[in-house]
Structure formats: C-alpha cells, structure tokens
C-alpha cells in the first residue's frame, strides 16, 4: 500500500470533491461530481458502498461508522445509512450546497453554500430542523470543524465559531493574505488553523496548549528546486496530523503533497507529484494512513486530462517515516525553505483570480501581457455548468487592444500592477530620466514614454524649469512612466 492508487471495478467518472477517513475504522468515504458516494475500506482492498444521488456532491463527511452526509450541487444536504446505502434529505440550501461538517460534540451537521448561508441541522431531530448562523455577505469557500470550534473562509477573510455558542457574531481572523482563500483547516491540537491561498501560500495561527505561545507566520507552498517566486499554484487542501502537533500537509493544484512542521518553520519533505491535481487530503486516525485524491478540480480549466485516482500512503513509507523521525527529533530538513514575512507577500508578477469575478476597469493578463479590462460579457452555461466570460483589455504599456475567452469559474492570471511617484531630476540626450526615489537615491533605467502628449508634456516642463514629478507604472517586470503631476516653479 506503498502509494498505490485504489482500484475500483466502475472507476470514478468525474471530479472528486473530498476524501475522508472513518472516525476509527479504514474505512474511506468519497464525494464526486459523478454525482455517487462511495465507501472504500482500504484495509481491505474492498469498495463497501456505491450510492447515487441525484446531484453532483461537492463535500462529504463520517457521523460515525455507520453513517454519512454529503452537500449536493442540488442545495440538499442528505444522511446515508452506510450499511443499507439508503438516503434521505436532512435539510435544504436555496442555492448549491458546497461544504459540510459534523460536530460529534453538539451533534450538529453544519453546512454552506453559494446562498451565503451556514446552516445547523440537528442529527437527533427529524429532518427539516435546521437553524441559520449570522447571515454573510459572501459566500464560503471552506469550513473546517474541530471540537467545539468551526472556521469559515470567504474570499480572503477568516471566521471563527463557537459551536456552543451559534447566536454570537463571528470573530473575524487576520490572514495576510490578500487573495482568494481555497481551503482552511481547524487545529486539532488547539485553536488556531491553517488557511491556503489562490496563489501558492499558507497563513498560519496557532495557540500551544501549554503555554501562552502563539505560532503565526505565513509561507509560500512552493516545491524544492522551484523558484518560489514563480510558483503559484493554488492550496486545494491543508491538513493536520491527527497525533503530532504542529505537522501539517498541504496539496496543490499542480500535483504537489508537501509535509511541514509548523514549529520548526520547516519543509520537511515532499511526495512524488500526482498525475493531476490534489483535490483532497485525508489522514487515518492514528496518523498511519494518509490518503491523496488526484483528480481535476472545478476551478481547473482543464477538465478530466488524467483520470480521477486515489493513492494510500501508509507509515511504512520511506517518505512517511522520514516525516515521523523529523518530526520526533525536531530536525533540520532535508532543505533550508523561505517563510515569508508580510512584506514578502507581493513577489510574484501575478495572482490567480476567478474568471466570474473580473470586472470591468480591472486587470487581467491575456498572451501573457498585463491587460486593464474595458469590456467584459457573460455567455450562457455550457456543459459542464461553466459559462464563458468574453475579456476586451488594452496593454497597459503598449496599448494594444487583447481578447481572451475564459470559462467563468476557471482561474486567470491578474497582474500585481502599481504606480510609484518619482521627482523628476534631470533628461539625458538618449531619451534616459534620473528620477529622485524616497530614500534620496537615484533611479536612472527609465526612458521617457512613447505617447507623443506625454512626452511633449515633459519635456516643455522640464525645459521650463518646472517641477515634475511622474507617476511610473509596474507590472510583470515593466516599467513605464504613465502620468505627470506639475507641482509648481522651481
């Protein structure tokens, strides 16, 4: 069981949507967007269950070894009897149901979807009665449960819940991170959790349980031997090892399963990388096991390249053990990786943002040049739910007009452009400016703008003697004076 992919007689159709790991058993529940949910014992090679539904499930989730629930791109969130593979409907969202959890401590299924709406469903009540947390303003992209504790992400901001206590407002959590959260998890060991970003980090919090230390930082999730700068892969999936404090696994969407420590600030090694995305992690209870989906993900706009797979590590994995003795002796890794600070956090050239979300007089790259958005327009769903935005956008320094067709819950890349002020000191004969930088130092690698207006502006103010300060405008390594401001007479 040394990292070989489950086999199943009927293999899975479409997307997998979550894995998890019974409560104490090997058995292995699965959700996918063909629209069954599957049980898996892995101990024994042997697929338990195959039950359809109506509806494509998004999220899925133990109540005990006995039953199940799941969140269905139908609004309705539904229990399985895993014995007799029967279903019924517990509750109803208004809109796609896309996430779901259990509490064991208050016996409450707790679900989301894109209503903007957390719903509690108590699982010792008939069905139907549910009741709404605080409404939202956005709609949740992950939720976590652990103990007592629920952690909701929407866009790039954190919520955090006390299960007890459903009628209090949320408190709010400070990420740093300032684009779009995919996926979050609860600390098993203590409250804190751990978040992934549309563009390749990982915010941390975390507080001791012995002590009154807080572990907080952030860090790019990038490969050894990449250049972190450039990898931007989004964080699918974080997870905890249920027994050691502080590891943590995290899964992105170019195939990669990295192992941290959050202690010691250190990578400490990475799996072999996956066919396709990593869709889903999931840990046995003891720690043991360790399952990883492969499969396409809906925010990919590569659909089904490689056919959805699950792979079952287990400790006596070179990697695994490796993982185990790090992480007993708290030694140094097998190689020093960069933790960022916040100032760190702007160092790519781009960011991923959802294609829906794109709105007129932003940015977006398209043929790999830095575009501002001048018309955009929304076709009709196609097959698989996805609509197609239509992107007009005029390069930023050249001014071409660019056009691209994007599927609108798919990603595309958006240029981190800014605009810096800079006094004007002095215009060489080649076309170069010296401009005066805040610190007192020079910059000298600037030539004077292309626009014809421009350009004569500059040149009679500065022939007057006036002073000039330009505005220069920066994105994916260019840069470009782009506005002139006249402060007056020398």
């Given at each position: 069981m040394s990292g070989a992919p489950l086999k199943f007689e009927s293999p899975i159709q479409d997307a997998i949507s979550r894995i998890r790991f019974a409560p104490t058993s090997h058995n292995l529940?699965?959700?996918?967007?063909?629209?069954?949910?599957?049980?898996?014992?892995?101990?024994?090679?042997?697929?338990?269950?195959?039950?359809?539904?109506?509806?494509?499930?998004?999220?899925?989730?133990?109540q005990n070894e006995t039953a199940a629930f799941s969140a269905g791109s139908d609004g309705c969130v539904r229990r399985y009897d895993l014995h007799s593979g029967s279903c019924e409907t517990i509750g109803n969202h208004d809109d796609i149901a896309t996430c779901i959890g259990y509490s064991d401590e208050?016996?409450?299924?707790?679900?989301?979807?894109?209503?903007?709406?957390?719903?509690?469903?108590?699982?010792?009540?008939?069905?139907?009665?549910?009741?709404?947390?605080?409404?939202?303003?956005?709609?949740?992209?992950?939720?976590?449960?652990?103990?007592?504790?629920?952690?909701?992400?929407?866009?790039a901001s954190i919520l955090m819940c006390d299960l007890r206590s459903p009628l209090k407002p949320f408190e709010s959590k400070d990420s740093d991170l300032k684009t779009t959260i995919i996926c979050g998890s609860a600390s098993p060991h203590a409250k804190g959790f751990a978040v992934g970003s549309a563009d390749g980090r990982v915010s941390l919090e975390i507080l001791h349980p012995s002590n009154s230390d807080t572990i907080r930082y952030m860090f790019r999730c990038h490969p050894k031997s990449t250049d972190r700068r450039y990898h931007l892969a989004a964080v699918n999936e974080i997870v905890f090892n249920p027994i050691i404090y502080g590891a943590l696994l995290t899964g992105d969407d170019e195939g990669h399963v990295i192992a941290w420590d959050a202690q010691t600030r250190k990578r400490l090694f990475q799996l072999p990388k996956y066919p396709n995305s990593v869709a889903s992690l999931s840990y046995h209870h003891q720690g043991r096991l360790l399952a990883v989906a492969s499969s396409y993900t809906y925010r990919q706009a590569i659909e089904l390249e490689e056919a959805p797979q699950i792979f079952i590590h287990d400790s006596g994995d070179a990697n695994i053990n490796l993982f185990l003795s790090e992480l007993s002796k708290s030694a140094m890794s097998d190689e020093e990786h960069h933790f960022e600070s916040k100032a760190d956090a702007g160092a790519s050239k781009t960011y991923p943002q959802q294609a829906g979300t794109?709105?007129?007089?932003?940015?977006?790259?398209?043929?790999?040049?830095?575009?501002?958005?001048?018309?955009?327009?929304?076709?009709?769903?196609?097959?698989?739910?996805?609509?197609?935005?239509?992107?007009?956008?005029?390069?930023?320094?050249?001014?071409?007009?660019?056009?691209?067709?994007?599927?609108s819950s798919h990603n595309c890349d958006v240029p981190h452009v800014n605009r810096t002020d800079y006094q004007l000191i002095d215009i060489s004969e080649d076309g170069f400016v010296s401009l005066l930088t805040e610190n007192g130092n020079t910059k000298?690698?600037?030539?004077?703008?292309?626009?014809?207006?421009?350009l004569t502006q500059i040149k009679d103010g500065f022939a007057e003697g006036k002073d000039l300060v330009v505005?220069?405008?920066?994105?994916?390594?260019?840069?470009?004076?782009?506005?002139?401001?006249?402060?007056?007479?020398?």
């Amino acid at each position: 069981m040394s990292g070989a992919p489950l086999k199943f007689e009927s293999p899975i159709q479409d997307a997998i949507s979550r894995i998890r790991f019974a409560p104490t058993s090997h058995n292995l529940l699965i959700s996918s967007w063909d629209s069954k949910l599957r049980l898996y014992d892995v101990e024994s090679s042997l697929l338990r269950l195959e039950a359809p539904s109506e509806a494509a499930l998004l999220d899925c989730c133990f109540q005990n070894e006995t039953a199940a629930f799941s969140a269905g791109s139908d609004g309705c969130v539904r229990r399985y009897d895993l014995h007799s593979g029967s279903c019924e409907t517990i509750g109803n969202h208004d809109d796609i149901a896309t996430c779901i959890g259990y509490s064991d401590e208050t016996s409450q299924v707790i679900s989301a979807g894109l209503d903007k709406k957390i719903y509690a469903w108590d699982a010792r009540m008939e069905k139907g009665k549910g009741y709404a947390f605080e409404s939202l303003n956005s709609e949740v992209t992950s939720m976590s449960l652990s103990g007592l504790n629920m952690m909701v992400t929407m866009g790039a901001s954190i919520l955090m819940c006390d299960l007890r206590s459903p009628l209090k407002p949320f408190e709010s959590k400070d990420s740093d991170l300032k684009t779009t959260i995919i996926c979050g998890s609860a600390s098993p060991h203590a409250k804190g959790f751990a978040v992934g970003s549309a563009d390749g980090r990982v915010s941390l919090e975390i507080l001791h349980p012995s002590n009154s230390d807080t572990i907080r930082y952030m860090f790019r999730c990038h490969p050894k031997s990449t250049d972190r700068r450039y990898h931007l892969a989004a964080v699918n999936e974080i997870v905890f090892n249920p027994i050691i404090y502080g590891a943590l696994l995290t899964g992105d969407d170019e195939g990669h399963v990295i192992a941290w420590d959050a202690q010691t600030r250190k990578r400490l090694f990475q799996l072999p990388k996956y066919p396709n995305s990593v869709a889903s992690l999931s840990y046995h209870h003891q720690g043991r096991l360790l399952a990883v989906a492969s499969s396409y993900t809906y925010r990919q706009a590569i659909e089904l390249e490689e056919a959805p797979q699950i792979f079952i590590h287990d400790s006596g994995d070179a990697n695994i053990n490796l993982f185990l003795s790090e992480l007993s002796k708290s030694a140094m890794s097998d190689e020093e990786h960069h933790f960022e600070s916040k100032a760190d956090a702007g160092a790519s050239k781009t960011y991923p943002q959802q294609a829906g979300t794109i709105r007129k007089n932003g940015y977006i790259v398209i043929k790999n040049r830095p575009c501002k958005v001048v018309e955009v327009s929304t076709s009709k769903t196609g097959k698989h739910g996805h609509a197609k935005c239509h992107f007009v956008g005029i390069d930023i320094f050249t001014a071409k007009k660019l056009e691209d067709i994007v599927p609108s819950s798919h990603n595309c890349d958006v240029p981190h452009v800014n605009r810096t002020d800079y006094q004007l000191i002095d215009i060489s004969e080649d076309g170069f400016v010296s401009l005066l930088t805040e610190n007192g130092n020079t910059k000298d690698d600037l030539r004077l703008p292309t626009d014809d207006n421009l350009l004569t502006q500059i040149k009679d103010g500065f022939a007057e003697g006036k002073d000039l300060v330009v505005s220069v405008m920066s994105a994916m390594g260019e840069e470009q004076i782009c506005a002139l401001k006249d402060i007056g007479p020398k």
